[in-house]
């Protein structure tokens, strides 16, 4: 029989069963306490990573969800103060005008009064000239200031008219057979009934 080579795995026959010193016995409960540790250290990262990641998530979705409640929130209140303002503008607007208004009227009303008297007058003159013209006999009833313009615009050399002052505010103008009043009173009251 011939010699075969051992295979290597045959040289650790001869050492089994026997004890020795150099080699000591690995820690089984160690090993399984260092393995645990060593997963709750790798679980606990990787679950903090996670939660973390989870937490970045809905704090990113919280804000997008609270900008757009902002945001609607910020469109109803300005919506609902633009109407108010322009409410209050309009309204404010609405008396300065009617402030305005009263202010001018009153301002405005001596002079109207004024310039509808001397229209009055001047159409009354020119009645009564067209009068004089054709040789009227003309008698002019009125206030003292009236009569007094009157006498000072009409001519009187050469022709026949006559003056008589009234407590009434009316003019009355009698040419001939013809009468012509001014109710200055009733215009001014209508006037007045216009402009407060």
């Known amino acids: 029989m011939t010699a075969r080579p051992h295979s290597s795995a045959f040289s650790l026959l001869r050492d089994f069963g026997r004890v020795t010193p ?36 809905r704090l990113a979705e ?21 109407e108010q303002l322009v409410a209050r503008l309009e309204s404010a607007s609405g008396l300065i005008e009617k402030n305005i208004a009263e202010r001018v009227a009153t301002l405005l009303r001596p002079w109207l009064i004024g310039r509808l008297q001397d229209r009055a007058l001047q159409d009354l003159e020119r009645a009564i ?6 040789g009227a006999k003309i008698h002019i009833e009125g206030p003292a200031e009236i009569i007094q313009h009157l006498n000072e615009r009409l001519p009187t050399a050469g022709f026949q008219i006559g003056y008589s002052e009234s407590p009434s505010a009316d003019v009355r103008a009698h040419i001939e057979n013809t009468e012509i009043e001014v109710n200055i009173a009733a215009w001014i009251a209508e006037l007045e009934a216009l402009v407060p």
Not at 64 to 74: D, F, G, T
Not at 129 to 134: F, H, K, M, T
């Open 22 to 57: 150099d080699v000591e016995e690995p820690d089984h409960e160690a090993q399984l306490k260092a393995a645990f540790e060593d997963g709750h250290r790798q679980g606990y990262a990787e679950g903090r990573a996670e939660a973390e990641a989870d937490a970045e998530h």
């Open 62 to 82: 919280a804000k997008i969800h609270h900008a757009n409640e902002l945001a609607q929130e910020k469109d109803r209140w300005q919506r609902d103060f633009a």
């Open 129 to 134: 000239l067209r009068g004089l013209v054709e």
